[in-house]
């Protein structure tokens, strides 16, 4: 006997995935169900859609949490208090240009360009989880540089906001170049510059 209704035809994982990278590129306002619907998995109905994932704020969620585990990570080292800090730092720095400019995905941050994720009143509460992982990305900067001034590399009149808004700044604009198209290696120099200014902040000895 055949079989009746509609057959699954996409890999959920995979469509998961592939939003990520819809959201990633244009944003949760901007990328609309038509888009969605197409890039799973060569088209779903809106009734599998809804099935499959209960809305479009449902799906970004799981995107974000997807992103979050996996690209997101590489400003995990601004936590890891066994590397000293400006170790901590320019890895984080290094590890978030490489994959801003790898291939495979959209060029750039999902979590820095999260500001275009929800301009719009209405779903403003859908871009809470990219605020909350940039804060911390912040907090981890300026705890950096804190832990500089306490081990006595860094000056005590060191401003740890000041230096860690630097750092901090400078990854938020790696995103706008790399979505530019900037070659890596032209971000891959400027850390180089950027990383000048810890110096320059040491303790003299």
């Known amino acids: 006997m055949a079989q009746m209704g509609r057959p699954r035809t996409f890999d959920r994982d995979r469509a998961i995935t592939e939003a990520m990278h819809l959201f990633w590129e244009h944003g949760y306002d901007a990328t609309s169900l038509a888009q969605l619907k197409e890039g799973l998995g060569g088209g779903i109905s809106a009734p ?14 799981e995107c974000v949490t997807r992103y979050l585990s996996t690209h997101g990570r590489v400003t995990a080292p ?16 290094r590890q978030s240009v490489a994959m801003q400019c790898e291939p495979g995905h959209p060029r750039g941050c999902m979590v820095a360009l999260g500001v275009m994720s929800a301009p719009s009143v209405a779903s403003a509460d859908v871009a809470r989880a990219l ?38 700044s400078f990854l938020s604009g790696v995103s ?3 979505r530019d198209g900037v070659d890596a290696a032209v971000l891959v120099a400027a850390i180089d ?11 003299m000895t």
């Open 48 to 61: 599998s859609f809804y099935s499959a994932f209960g809305s479009k704020e449902a799906l970004f969620q």
């Open 78 to 93: 601004l936590q890891d208090a066994s590397l000293t800090p400006r170790v901590a730092i320019e890895t984080a720095l």
């Open 131 to 168: 605020d909350a992982s940039r804060a911390r990305t912040r907090a981890g900067f300026v705890e950096c540089v804190q832990r500089g001034i306490a081990s006595g590399e860094l000056r005590p009149d060191t401003s740890a906001l000041a230096l860690a808004a630097v750092f901090d």
């Open 176 to 178: 706008i170049s790399a």
């Open 193 to 203: 510059q950027v990383m000048r200014l810890w110096d320059g902040a040491r303790q």
